[in-house]
C-alpha cells in the first residue's frame, strides 16, 4: 500500500470512529431528544500538507470548526476552511461588523441547513414584557446563558449575540449581577442542567441559541418569549443579523409568533483567494460524500440547499467563484 491509500485510510478510520462500539445512544439533550455521542475527541485539527516530492501545484489544505477565531485564521491564511455556526457570524466578518474590525477577504463554499434562532425566554412569574423593562425596573433575573466570560461575549457567536441584544437593550451580565441576579452558565443549550433549572424554579430566564433542545420545555413551564424588535432589532440588523420569529407553529402552547434575530446555517468559509480549482474539488468532494455528511434538520444533504440561501441556510457572504461554477454546472444553481 503506497503512502497516500494510508493517509487516505487514516482518514475514513478516523471518520469511522463515530460510527463504532465506541458510540452510544443518549438522552443528555434538554428536550430528552434520543441522540448518539461517542467517546471520541471532537476537536478537529486536520491539515492535508504537501510535500517536497510533488510538483509545484500541489494543494495543502486545514480544516477547523468554531466561530470567530477560526475565521479570522482563514483571512489570515493560517487554515484553509472554517466550519463554523451560524451564518451570521461570517456575515460579519465579511463586512467587517461586530467582532471583526475589518471586512475579511471571505468566501463560502456552501451553507450546511441549520434552522435556529436566538430565544430570549423569561417565566410569567417576572411580569416581564420587553428587554427593555429589565433595564428599567433592574430587575435580578435568575438567568441561565452560555458562558460570559470576556473571551466568549466577544469572541464565540452565541454569547457574542447574547451580549449584543442584551447591550442595544441597555443591560449587561455584570448588571444582571449588581442588581442581585444570579447567572447559570452551562456548556451547550442543551445541557440537561438547564432543563433540571427550568423544571424546578432555580432559573426564571433563558437567553440563548438551539432553541430547538430547550423552547419545549421552557413554554410547558410557563415561560415566555421576549420580542427582539424596534430599536434593538434595528442595531442588530445593522451588525448583520436577519429578523426572524420564534414561532408558534413550532412550540405547543405558543399564542403568537414572537420577533427575534436569526441564527440559522453552518457555512463553510474559504479565503477569497484560494485557487478556483481547489474551491470546485471541495464541492466535488462534499457531492461524492453527501450520504455522509451531518445536516441538522434530519433529512439527507441535499447539494442544491448549500447554496439556496434559504431559511435553514442563509447566507449573506458571496460564494467562492470555483464553488459558484460547481453549482451550476451540476444544475443547483439556476
Known amino acids: 500500500m503506497t503512502d497516500m491509500k494510508r493517509r487516505y485510510s487514516a482518514v475514513e478510520l478516523a471518520a469511522a470512529l463515530y460510527d463504532s462500539s465506541l458510540s452510544y445512544q443518549t438522552t443528555r439533550a434538554a428536550e430528552q431528544v434520543l441522540q448518539t455521542d461517542s467517546r471520541v475527541g471532537y476537536s478537529l485539527k486536520l491539515a492535508l500538507t504537501t510535500t517536497r516530492s510533488q510538483h509545484e501545484k500541489g494543494v495543502s489544505l486545514s480544516f477547523a470548526a468554531d466561530g470567530f477565531r477560526e475565521l479570522r485564521a482563514v483571512a489570515q491564511g493560517k487554515i484553509s476552511l472554517a466550519w463554523i455556526n451560524p451564518s451570521v457570524a461570517a456575515t460579519m466578518a465579511f463586512k467587517g461588523k461586530g467582532a471583526s474590525r475589518r471586512p475579511l477577504p471571505l468566501r463560502t463554499i456552501g451553507v450546511f441547513p441549520s434552522y435556529d434562532v436566538m430565544g430570549f425566554a423569561v417565566h410569567q412569574s417576572t411580569g416581564i414584557t420587553s428587554l427593555a423593562q429589565i433595564r428599567k425596573e433592574r430587575i435580578p433575573l435568575r438567568l441561565s446563558t452560555g458562558k460570559v466570560t470576556a473571551a466568549f461575549l466577544s469572541h464565540h457567536p452565541t454569547m457574542f449575540t447574547v451580549h449584543a441584544v442584551m447591550k442595544a437593550a441597555g443591560f449587561t451580565p455584570a448588571d444582571l449581577r449588581k442588581w442581585g441576579g444570579k ?7 442543551s445541557h440537561p442542567d438547564r432543563r433540571a433549572a427550568i423544571e424546578n424554579g432555580t432559573i426564571n430566564a433563558v437567553f440563548d441559541e438551539g432553541i430547538k433542545s430547550w423552547g419545549q420545555t421552557a413554554v410547558d413551564h410557563g415561560f415566555r418569549y421576549l420580542a427582539v424588535d424596534g430599536e434593538i432589532m434595528k442595531r442588530m440588523v445593522a451588525l448583520g443579523y436577519r429578523s426572524s420569529v420564534v414561532p408558534k407553529s413550532r412550540f405547543r402552547g405558543m399564542p403568537e409568533d414572537v420577533k427575534t434575530v436569526d441564527f440559522s446555517g453552518w457555512p463553510m468559509v474559504v479565503h477569497a ?46 460564494l467562492h467563484p470555483g464553488a459558484e461554477r460547481f453549482y451550476r454546472e451540476r444544475g443547483y444553481l439556476k
Not at 183 to 189: A, E
Not at 284 to 301: G, S, V
Open 183 to 189: 447567572i447559570q452558565s452551562v456548556s451547550r443549550p
Open 273 to 318: 483567494g484560494m485557487p478556483d480549482d481547489v474551491a470546485y474539488a471541495l464541492c466535488e468532494a462534499i457531492e461524492a460524500r453527501k450520504e455522509l455528511m451531518p445536516t441538522d434538520n434530519y433529512r439527507p444533504l441535499d447539494p442544491a440547499q448549500l447554496c439556496a440561501n434559504d431559511e435553514e441556510a442563509p447566507s449573506d457572504v458571496p
